[in-house]
Structure formats: C-alpha cells, structure tokens
C-alpha cells in the first residue's frame, strides 16, 4: 500500500510540475488532444497505460517495493 502512495505521490508532483511551470504548454496540448479523433486518443492512452505497467514491472526487477 506504501508503494501505491508513493507511485500516486509522485505521479501528482510531476502533473502539477507540468501546470506550474507551463501551463499554456498544457493548454497547447489540450487543444490537440481534442483535434485527434477519439480512437487516436484511445491508443494513446493504452500506450501510456503499458508503459507505465512496463516502468512497474522493470522497477520491481530492480528490487523495488
């Protein structure tokens, strides 16, 4: 459960990071993002969920948690 709070603790630093220090940079993606067509988002999405399951999976080889 610690593990979890950590991975969502920096998960949160690094999102508020990105709207602290560059926000109209996050707007810019924003508004792509809602150009793409909806199937394009959803790949993007699942490609970041596996990725990151990857990173999890990659930290735990390396004797994490």
Avoid: N
Avoid at 3 to 12: D, E, H, S
Avoid at 26 to 48: D, F, H, K, N, Y
């Amino acid at each position: 459960m610690s593990t979890l709070l950590l991975a969502l603790g920096l998960v949160m630093i690094v999102e508020g990071l990105a709207y602290a220090l560059a926000p109209s940079l996050v707007e810019r993606m924003l508004e792509m993002l809602r150009s793409l067509p909806e199937t394009a988002v959803r790949q993007i999405g699942w490609l970041v969920v596996v990725s990151g399951a990857i990173l999890i999976w990659l930290a735990l080889q390396l004797g994490a948690a």
